[in-house]
């Protein structure tokens, strides 16, 4: 496969998983172009290289600063923003799995807590109880799972991976 065939399916792909990620294409599309850039990129050459707007661009690269995952850089002599994405993939992973942590399981967590506290003891109120204390204990146990992982350093998960698979 030719180099550009091989960027244009990475960049696309990319983007195809950012959706199952809980990012948009889009948002998906800028991150492989700077991930894969050896050099840092302005909007402009973003923007050029998507065929995409510079609204579009710069909301998603708003976002993408706001994830961690691209870094803001400034180029002597220019005024231009310039945007770096993080290179180490463990990091770029935690941090997608923080955020989407904070925007998926937080919230339902919350939620439980809230209404984990009802009275009442007909068979609707307890079959409520059930299915909340059964949440509570799986999503307790996620975010613990969450917590170590996010903890952990890469050559961690990597040993452990190899350990299972043997």
Request: charged share 30%; with cysteine.
């Amino acid at each position: 496969m030719e180099f550009c065939d091989a960027k244009q399916k990475f960049i696309s792909t990319w983007g195809e998983l950012g959706c199952n990620w809980g990012i948009c294409r889009t948002m998906g599309h800028i991150h492989a172009v700077l991930l894969i850039s050896p050099q840092p990129k302005s909007a402009d050459d973003i923007m050029e290289e998507l065929q995409i707007s510079r609204g579009n661009a710069n909301m998603n690269l708003r976002a993408l600063l706001d994830w961690g995952l691209v870094y803001r850089k400034s180029i002597a002599g220019d005024r231009k923003d310039y945007f770096i994405a993080e290179k180490d993939l463990w990091t770029v992973f935690k941090k997608t799995l923080s955020k989407r942590k904070q925007r998926e399981l937080t919230p339902m967590l919350e939620m439980i807590k809230s209404v984990s506290s009802i009275e009442g003891t007909c068979s609707k109120s307890n079959e409520f109880k059930k299915v909340v204390n059964d949440l509570k204990m799986i999503s307790g146990a996620a975010e613990k799972s969450l917590d170590t992982l996010l903890k952990s350093d890469s050559n961690l998960l990597l040993n452990a991976l190899v350990k299972v698979l043997r």
